[in-house]
T-cell receptor, first 115, second 110 residues
């Protein structure tokens, strides 16, 4: 399976600022997704990052808060905007290599703490 | 949309015994059911999956069963070992996405 990296691995940010998280894959993949995992909780899908078009957001997540880019088939970014302490979480990207089979593999995650 | 329920939320088993985690799903169109293992501080790892055209799949000590009629699927771990301690998530697909259950924290007792 693809090798997935994320930057930064962790960060501590001040309220009201923004952080951009990068997800890099070592091969071209069809699908890329962004998830949030709050402490002790399950994984919640934020959005599907579509190459060459706007991301598709899940209910409860909006583009102004979580803008996403996907300029090519190996890279995506998620920005957490105007952060508050409630945004403290782990953010994970995942990739799917075949839309027919839905297998997804996760990046190592970015641990975000907002003060 | 798809809703995935997972039970129990916590499970403790004696080392060497078996562990069973159960999930139900709501969308009859779902046809792919993966299981992920997440160790503390690590990313979720896909450990096994099953598609709706089969009823059971096994990989060494891990097996999954699927009952499409009842819309439930289960993870079975036999001869549990300390390294099986982790949080396990079941999931079901919805279009090209997957929806996760809330997770089961598995403790293997010495």
């Amino acid at each position: 399976s693809a090798v997935i990296s994320q930057k930064p691995s962790r960060d501590i940010c001040q309220r009201g600022t923004s952080l951009t998280i990068q997800c890099q894959v070592d091969s071209q993949v069809t699908m890329m997704f962004w998830y949030r995992q709050q402490p002790g909780q399950s994984l919640t899908l934020i959005a599907t990052a579509n190459q060459g078009s706007e991301a598709t957001y899940e209910s409860g997540f909006v583009i102004d808060k979580f803008p996403i880019s996907r300029p090519n088939l190996t890279f995506s970014t998620l920005t957490v905007s105007n952060m508050s302490p409630e945004d403290s979480s782990i953010y994970l990207c995942s990739v799917g290599e075949d839309p027919l089979y839905n297998e997804q593999f996760f990046g190592p995650g970015t641990r975000l703490t907002v003060l | 949309g798809e809703n995935v329920e997972q039970h129990p939320s916590t499970l403790s088993v004696q080392e060497g015994d078996s562990a069973v985690i159960k999930c139900t799903y709501s969308d009859s169109a779902s046809n792919y059911f993966p299981w992920y293992k997440q160790e503390l501080g690590k990313r979720p790892q896909l450990i096994i999956d099953i598609r709706s055209n089969v009823g059971e799949k096994k990989d060494q000590r891990i097996a999954v069963t699927l009952n499409k009629t009842a819309k439930h699927f289960s993870l079975h771990i036999t001869e549990t070992q300390p390294e099986d301690s982790a949080v396990y998530f079941c999931a079901a697909n919805r279009d090209d996405k997957i929806i996760f259950g809330k997770g089961t924290r598995l403790h293997i007792l010495p």
